[in-house]
């Protein structure tokens, strides 16, 4: 099914004047305008095109790549402020619209905003900061370990939420943030837990030993940066370590535990060393 919003894989059936035209299905004929028909386009080719809406919102196909489809999160920047709401920019040469009505603050021009892209009752594509209209507290379809897509959200006093696969809202608790994240970044990530409500515990890093391996790398990373010594080590407060590292004690004890069975640092009364 050919959607408003989204990529298409469609084929070439004439070449005109004004562009290309392409077989959409239930929509026609999509015109490809001249700018951005390929130089050695001819009928029968298969090009890969958005399927956006021109300013009279009739569709229409371009090349041109946005930032996110219909039905995705995406943090995009306000171009501009009108007396109806405001237009983002997200990759097109027709902005993204957002009424009034799907603010959640009142948007100012030149800041950026995570924003959920839909498409309104008149079919027109448009955006809102009410991202609880769309994204659902209950997960479906997940497992335990899973590798999932995810938008950081907002901080909360437990952790950060994102947004899973566009579809559902998770958690990142802070002391399985190995390190920093900042709102409306894309980042692979994995499914925890599922709860037995449904709701979501994230990680950033692959269950199992993974998570450990990287976050150790942080750690000789850190090493390097302070001339190879951190007043850091297993007899260390918790609240000295999640200072430092924003993880708790016990994952900064088995990197720690990795990393000196691999003779790569020395652990000392009063930190861990590297090793040259």
């Known amino acids: 099914m050919i959607d408003v919003g989204r990529y298409a894989r469609l084929k070439v059936s004439r070449i005109e004047d004004i562009g290309a035209r392409l077989e959409a299905g239930s929509m026609g004929e999509l015109l490809l305008p001249t700018k951005y028909v390929p130089a050695d386009c001819k009928p029968g080719d298969k090009l890969m095109v958005f399927v956006s809406l021109d300013s009279e919102d009739r569709p229409i196909a371009t090349m041109e790549k946005p930032k996110a489809q219909v039905n995705e999160c995406a943090w995009l920047k306000v171009v501009s402020v009108s007396d109806v709401g405001a237009f983002l920019d997200w990759g097109l040469s027709k902005d993204l619209f957002v009424p009034f009505s799907e603010q959640g603050v009142k948007m100012q021009e030149g800041r950026s905003y995570l924003v959920y892209i839909y498409e309104d009752n008149t079919g027109r594509l448009a955006a809102t900061t009410r991202l609880n209209r769309f994204i659902k507290d209950r997960a479906e379809g997940l497992s335990d370990n899973d590798e999932v897509n995810l938008v950081i959200a907002d901080t909360t006093d437990l952790g950060v939420k994102a947004v899973i696969n566009h579809e559902f809202w998770g958690l990142l608790y802070h002391d399985q943030l190995f390190k920093p994240v900042r709102k409306g970044q894309s980042h692979a990530g994995y499914v925890r837990r599922i709860r037995q409500d449904g709701k979501v515990e994230l990680s950033l890093y692959q269950p199992g030993y993974g998570k450990v391996s990287e976050f150790a790398e942080s750690i000789i990373d850190a090493l390097k940066a302070s001339n190879g010594f951190l007043p850091l080590n297993d007899k260390s407060a918790p609240e000295a370590i999640y200072s430092t590292f924003n993880v708790s004690k ?4 088995q990197a ?10 020395l652990i000392e009364k009063e930190g861990i060393r590297l090793i040259e």
């Open 256 to 265: 720690i535990g990795a990393l000196y069975k691999k003779h790569l640092i």
């Open 250 to 253: 016990g994952v900064f004890k």
